[in-house]
């Protein structure tokens, strides 16, 4: 369903107004953080040579509309792990699977391209929407992490997930 592709200055803007809007940053560690500004993303979606652990792509459905960023994070070469961050910033496009088909396409890359042995994301707990794709992309539910965040000052639950390359090739259809 989706087409992955290399972040690029040109992109910014778009990502800079889908961080910035409320019902998007509700669930993410934005939600307290001041707003995004180009200068702010430009470094957490790895365009500075800082960034070399981060590889972030654009979500791009298959008509060429980017809809979303999907990222592999703290990329570890060591202990072969990394961090899955994910946002569909286009809200109309959300629960049509887009989320899905891009992480699937992220782990094959990470498990069999990047040779990385485990994936691992946190969610706040009362994203069942979030939780539930995740899950249905070979996530497991390892724990939860009890008033890891804030969101609009008030302490809540984030879930911790992840996904081994053993069980994912396994599993994968
Ligand atoms: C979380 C997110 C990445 C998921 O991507 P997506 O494209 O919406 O997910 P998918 O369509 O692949 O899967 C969503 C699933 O959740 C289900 N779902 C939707 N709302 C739900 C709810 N309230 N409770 C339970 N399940 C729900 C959908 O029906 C779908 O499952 P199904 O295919 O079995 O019907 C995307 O919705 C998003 O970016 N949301 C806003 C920001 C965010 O939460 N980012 C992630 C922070 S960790």
Same mark, same amino acid.
């Given at each position: 369903? %989706?087409?992955?592709?290399?972040?690029?200055?040109?992109?910014?803007?778009?990502?800079?107004?889908?961080?910035?809007?409320?019902?998007?940053?509700?669930?993410?560690?934005?939600?307290?953080?001041?707003?995004?500004?180009?200068?702010?993303?430009?470094?957490?979606?790895?365009?500075?040579?800082?960034?070399?652990?981060?590889?972030?792509?654009?979500?791009?459905?298959?008509?060429?509309?980017?809809?979303?960023? %999907?990222?592999?994070?703290?990329?570890?070469?060591?202990?072969?792990?990394?961090?899955?961050?994910?946002?569909?910033?286009?809200?109309? @496009?959300?629960?049509?699977?887009?989320?899905?088909?891009?992480?699937?396409?992220?782990?094959?890359?990470?498990?069999?391209?990047?040779?990385?042995?485990?994936?691992d994301?946190h969610?706040?707990?009362?994203?069942?929407?979030?939780?539930? @794709?995740?899950?249905?992309?070979?996530?497991?539910?390892e724990g939860?992490m @009890?008033? =890891? =965040?804030?969101?609009?000052?008030?302490?809540?639950?984030?879930v911790l997930m992840a996904?081994?390359?053993?069980?994912?090739?396994?599993?994968?259809?």
């Amino acid at each position: 369903m %989706v087409k992955l592709r290399a972040v690029g200055e040109r992109d910014l803007p778009l990502l800079v107004r889908w961080v910035n809007d409320p019902d998007v940053r509700h669930w993410l560690h934005q939600s307290d953080r001041p707003d995004a500004t180009v200068e702010s993303v430009r470094g957490r979606f790895g365009l500075t040579e800082e960034a070399f652990a981060n590889f972030v792509w654009m979500i791009e459905t298959l008509g060429g509309r980017p809809v979303g960023h %999907v990222g592999l994070l703290r990329v570890d070469p060591q202990h072969k792990r990394a961090e899955l961050a994910i946002s569909i910033g286009e809200k109309e @496009c959300w629960s049509r699977g887009y989320g899905t088909d891009a992480i699937t396409t992220v782990l094959r890359h990470a498990f069999e391209e990047m040779g990385l042995r485990r994936v691992d994301l946190h969610t706040d707990a009362d994203n069942a929407r979030g939780i539930r @794709c995740y899950e249905k992309s070979g996530f497991v539910l390892e724990g939860v992490m @009890c008033e =890891r =965040r804030l969101r609009y000052g008030k302490p809540l639950d984030m879930v911790l997930m992840a996904v081994l390359r053993e069980e994912w090739l396994a599993n994968r259809t």
